[in-house]
């Protein structure tokens, strides 16, 4: 079994808070995944530590720059987070490896991503955890655009053909008008009108991006709260189960 885990950016740091990590949280899924036996890839978002850069430089995942230094600026934010996430991961005594988007990623002047999952199979294949995070990536006619860690989902659940995706997120689920928890997902238009932007600093867009691009994808999804990571990883669907057409559940 094959699973894609996100970690929201809002989740593993304090995103109103430059720079600041969530360890209390990081050690919590860190001591879920030990547990597991599946085939798992990690990738985290940016929190406060891309999306602040990412705002500075005007960089966005359409708006994109020729500066080497807001390049960096961003891209280095997040690999302190990602090497944050790796080392208390391997603390916990899973097998984390961090891979960085930026060296090995690149969208075409469609903004269409190519990201070679070669490495990340035979990572998976040898029993490493890889660990990736959204980043700046090159971008055909653009410069470097963001990429986030939701692209970086549905590029790897179709590439590794993966059986599961979760997405863990700082609500417990896709919430209603009255902050109930939406069970199931089909179509985006059941929900449109409920999905707001993100609270914070976000250059890729809140939870309507994700719905609309988890409804894309061949496995099922799932997006839930930190406290049902766990479960999630025990094979359960808690939250909110994001399955569109093309869904084979
Ligand atoms: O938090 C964005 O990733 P996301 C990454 O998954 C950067 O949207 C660099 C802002």
Redesign the pocket.
């Known amino acids: 079994m094959t699973v894609v885990l ?1 970690l ?3 989740v593993i740091t304090e995103k109103s808070e430059p720079e600041t990590v969530a360890e209390d949280v990081i050690d919590r899924a860190a001591a879920a995944i030990a547990e597991t036996d599946d085939e798992l890839v990690v ?5 406060s ?3 602040h ?2 705002d500075r430089h005007g ?1 966005s995942t359409t708006d994109g720059t020729r500066d080497a230094g807001a390049v960096t600026d ?2 280095d ?2 690999k302190r987070l990602n090497a944050a996430v790796v080392d208390r991961f391997q603390d916990h005594g899973v097998a984390a490896v961090p891979v960085h988007p930026l060296s090995v990623a690149s969208r075409d002047e469609e903004g269409t991503l190519t990201l070679p999952s070669g490495g990340i199979a035979t990572m998976l294949d040898e029993g490493f955890v890889p660990v990736l ?4 990536v090159v971008h055909a006619s653009t410069g470097a655009t ?7 989902v549905a590029d790897l659940a179709e590439s590794l053909d993966a059986d599961r995706v979760g997405l863990c997120s700082a609500v417990p689920g896709v919430l209603d008008e009255s902050d109930e928890v939406i069970a199931r997902i089909d179509r985006f238009d059941d929900v449109a009108a409920v999905l707001g932007g993100s609270d914070a600093t ?4 809140g939870m309507a991006g994700k719905v609309r691009t988890l409804l894309a994808l061949s496995a099922p999804a799932v997006i839930f709260g930190v406290d049902d990571l766990p479960s999630f990883l025990a094979g359960s669907s808690p939250g909110t189960v994001v399955a569109g057409e093309s869904t084979d559940d």
């Open positions: 996100k929201g950016g809002s990738v985290h978002g940016g929190g530590f891309g999306h850069h990412a960089v961003v891209h934010a997040m995070h959204g980043d700046v963001i990429l986030s860690g939701d692209e970086l976000d250059v890729t867009g």
